[in-house]
C-alpha cells in the first residue's frame, strides 16, 4: 500500500509532457513604415517535408528550398494587397531555422491584416502556425491550422 501512495505521488509530481503541434511561429511588425516578418521554423518537420518535395541539392536545402517551402504555403496581404517576403537572412539554431524577410515600405496606414497557411498540414494534420502580429501599439497572436488556415485583422 506505501509502495502504491509513493508511486502515485511521484507520478503527480512528475512534470508533464507536451506534444507541441506548433511547427512554425512568424512575427509580423514594422519600424519606421517598413513591414519585417520573422518566421522560426522547426528545423526537423522542415527537412521532413524538404527531403519529400524539394528539388535541392543537400547544400542548399535548407537555406533556399527552406525559405522558398514558407512563401510557397504562406501567404500575407495587407490593406488587400499580396505582399512578396523578400528573404534578408537566415539563421540555424539547434531546433530550428529562422528566416527574416523584408515586405516592403508602406506607404500608407495598415488598416487590414489578412493571412493564409497550409504550412506542413500535408505532413503532420495538427501542425499550428503561429503568427504574431506587432503593428503600431497592437499584439495579436493567431494559430492557422487545417480548420482555420486563414485569418484577418482589422486596424483602427
Known sequence: MILNLLT???LLLSPPKFHSNVVAELRLDNF???LFLEASLDKR???VALMSEADCPP???LPNCGSQY???HFEILINGKVVSLQKQAMEIRKD?????YYLGDMNEKIH???ARSDYMIEYHEHSELKLNVVLYDTFRQYSLNVSRPKMKMHLS
Open 8 to 10: 502515485a505521488l511521484l
Open 59 to 61: 547544400k542548399e536545402m
Open 32 to 34: 519606421e513604415n517598413e
Open 70 to 72: 514558407l512563401i510557397d
Open 96 to 100: 530550428q531555422v529562422v528566416f527574416r
Open 45 to 47: 518537420m522542415l527537412a
Open 112 to 114: 487590414l491584416v489578412e
